[in-house]
């Protein structure tokens, strides 16, 4: 889907065709970037563009430039009010991806720290088939970046290269997508999303030591889930238990809530989306879409009020 045809560029609104980068760039040359992929929601009901969870994305990004040494980044908050002044010069009446990128910029050593350039863009997107139809995966033959080489819990650019390559090998083979396991053989994550098992009636998720990034999207579920009584268990999963579990489901920004139907062509159940799956995206949407009251305050308005 084509982007939309304004962007933010070092706080500036900027056309598409002119937010460029050098081919020498840091981020470029050397995958030296971090970057959030968040949502908007429209509410047609309400006339109005939420942004989900804004700050939490925000602080994730503040913990990326700081652990990439990226130095004279601005403000967080100037970033986030980029964002809004972006949304909003777009005029956006519809569900979009937003895309944010700190990145190193200029042509300079691998070790440099500066200068540092950013920018933001949305991408006009709803919701995926696999939110209602599921999606088959198998687990990868590429194991997950481990903490000691790479800050996998850094949404850093050049990490998704193993995301990449766990997806290519799965579309390759005819899935929809990727389980990643760590280099011990426990689950991590999906490639591009993080990963949740109900095994009987709890729900389970790898813990934040398994080299996932620490997913903005798996701790709303987790909240979700516990304030509709849903016990939740945070730690190491096996493979084995992916095929023992009565669902499976997939969580993150851009996948949103994704069943996940079967793993390496066996079904995960009865092969069909569960109801605790299908109860936590009934919740899910109804909180980013802002008709939850309770749940306004992971809400940020895009159009005046």
Known sequence: ??????????????????CRLHGFSGVVKYGCGVFEGLRAYWN????????????????????????????????????????IDMLRANDLRETCHVRVIVHLDDDDELSARGPVGWLAGAVPRGSSRFVEAGMHVKVSSWARIAD????????????YLNNRAAELEAKRDGYDGALLLTAEGKLSEASGACVMLVRQGRLVTPSVTSDILESITRATLIELAREAGI?????????????????????????????IV????????????????????????????????????????????
């Open 1 to 18: 889907m084509p982007t939309a045809p304004l962007m933010v560029r070092n706080g500036r609104i900027v056309r598409y065709e002119e």
């Open 148 to 159: 000691a080489a790479l800050p996998a819990r850094v949404k850093a650019t050049g990490n």
């Open 231 to 259: 016990e939740v268990v945070e730690r190491p999963v096996d493979r084995s238990e992916l095929w023992a579990a009565e669902e499976v489901l997939a969580c993150g920004s851009g996948w949103e809530v994704v069943p």
């Open 262 to 305: 079967s793993v390496d062509r066996l079904p995960v159940g009865d092969g069909e989306p569960g109801p605790i799956t299908r109860a936590l995206q009934r919740d899910y949407f109804a909180a980013v879409r802002g008709e939850r009251p309770e749940r306004m305050g992971w809400l940020t308005p895009v159009r005046p009020r």
């Open 44 to 83: 047609e009901d309400q006339r109005q563009l939420w942004i989900f969870r804004l700050k939490d994305h925000l602080d994730r990004l503040a913990f990326g430039i700081r652990v990439l040494r990226l130095e004279g980044a601005p403000p967080i908050e100037e970033i986030g009010r980029g964002v």
